[in-house]
């Protein structure tokens, strides 16, 4: 299994990026999908999360109503659509597979990780 994060960048405070993350695999769509986040000298925390099906999505509190998490299954593709971006948003952003049918916000719920996606927001 392959995960290859894209899309990342420098921007300025209030602007948009998308992320997408191309997975390898005939059965992706199976899968809740995931991103994380990690910025220097902290943490990697949970961003936002989707249902195999995208009826279900799931979101950090810091950036519910910014993000948004969508998924392609035909095209073994996730998304994750920024805006209204922060500079507290600086981070090394991550997709990862959970192979359990439920939500998780730890990355020990994640079996399979990207290579990650710098995101840059300057003030």
């Known amino acids: 299994v392959q995960l290859v994060e894209s899309g990342g960048g420098l921007v300025q405070a209030g602007g948009s990026l998308r992320l997408s993350c191309a997975a390898s695999g005939r059965t992706f769509s199976r899968y809740i999908m995931g991103w994380f986040r990690q910025a220097p000298g902290k943490e990697r925390e949970f961003v936002a999360a989707v249902s195999w099906s995208e009826g279900d999505t799931h979101y950090a509190d810091s950036v519910k109503g910014r993000f948004t998490i969508s998924r392609d299954n035909a095209k073994n593709t996730v998304y994750l659509q920024m805006d209204s971006l922060k500079p507290e948003d600086t981070a090394v952003y991550y997709c990862?597979?959970?192979?359990?049918?439920?939500?998780?916000?730890?990355?020990?719920?994640?079996?399979?990780w990207g290579q990650g996606t710098q995101v840059t927001v300057s003030t």
């Open positions: 990862a597979r959970r192979t359990v049918g439920s939500f998780a916000v730890v990355p020990g719920g994640y079996d399979y």
